[in-house]
Nanobody
Framework: QVQLVESGGGLVQTGGSLRLSCVVT?????????VGWYRQAPGKTLEFVAD??????????AYSDSVRGRFTISRDNAKNALFLQMSNLTPEDTGVYYC??????WGQGIQVTVST
């Protein structure tokens, strides 16, 4: 059974930083999988944030326009782990962040709150 467990959320002031982590268990061939982050702000629909795939020796990243230049997604294939470094946070980044594997499996979500 595949499980994704997020950590690292919390409360931060505008302009601050947070680093989210996600560990994937019960999955083989993690290196071949596309993993990413989505978020849901209060009263809004689920939104793509970023994802990353490994092809050969390269990691290929994609970002939403709203986070490009502020967020960095990375992965550690040896540890089946995924990360999201978030910088220059604004209140618009507030929401529940979900880790995702191949658009199939989801974590339970973790709260990120950015105060003014």
């Amino acid at each position: 059974q595949v499980q994704l467990v997020e950590s690292g959320g919390g409360l931060v002031q505008t302009g601050g930083s947070l680093r989210l982590s996600c560990v994937v268990t019960g999955s083989s061939d993690f290196t071949l999988q596309t993993v990413g982050w989505y978020r849901q702000a209060p009263g809004k629909t689920l939104e793509f944030v970023a994802d990353i795939m490994t092809r050969g020796s390269r990691d290929i990243r994609a970002y939403s326009d709203s986070v490009r230049g502020r967020f960095t997604i990375s992965r550690d294939n040896a540890k089946n782990a995924l990360f999201l470094q978030m910088s220059n946070l604004t209140p618009e980044d507030t929401g529940v962040y979900y880790c995702n594997r191949d658009t199939i499996n989801w974590g339970q979500g973790i709260q990120v709150t950015v105060s003014t």
